[in-house]
């Protein structure tokens, strides 16, 4: 599984962001995507997952009610909607896939990962 995220960058407080993360290679399609962030001296945190279906979706708490995860069959693509964005949020955001749902979302629970893309929120 090859993931390819963008869409990072310098936003103020209160701002919003959008991150895409395209799919490609075997099997894919079977994998639930995601997101995790990672900042420096913080534990690397699973914030989003979605499954293809969009049926089951997962959030953190510390960004439920926030941020929106959705799934775009046609283009292979997940998508994180980021709003109401707190300086707490500035991390590097890393797409991520999960072959099976995890028992827990504490760790690092995927079995493949991107390369991240930067978001930084100003206060």
């Known amino acids: 599984v090859q993931l390819q995220a963008s869409g990072g960058g310098l936003v103020q407080a209160g701002g919003s962001l959008r991150l895409s993360c395209a799919a490609s290679?075997?099997?894919?399609?079977?994998?639930?995507l995601g997101w995790f962030r990672q900042a420096p001296d913080k534990e690397r945190e699973n914030v989003a997952a979605?499954?293809?279906?969009?049926?089951?979706?997962y959030y953190s708490d510390s960004v439920k009610g926030r941020f929106t995860i959705s799934v775009n069959n046609a283009k292979n693509t997940v998508y994180l909607q980021m709003n109401t964005l707190k300086p707490e949020d500035t991390a590097a955001y890393y797409c991520?896939?999960?072959?099976?749902?995890?028992?827990?979302?504490?760790?690092?629970?995927?079995?493949?990962w991107g390369q991240g893309t930067q978001v930084t929120v100003s206060s």
């Open positions: 991520a896939a999960w072959r099976f749902w995890p028992t827990s979302w504490r760790g690092e629970t995927y079995d493949y």
């Open positions: 290679g075997r099997a894919f399609s079977t994998y639930i």
């Open positions: 979605i499954t293809w279906s969009g049926r089951s979706i």
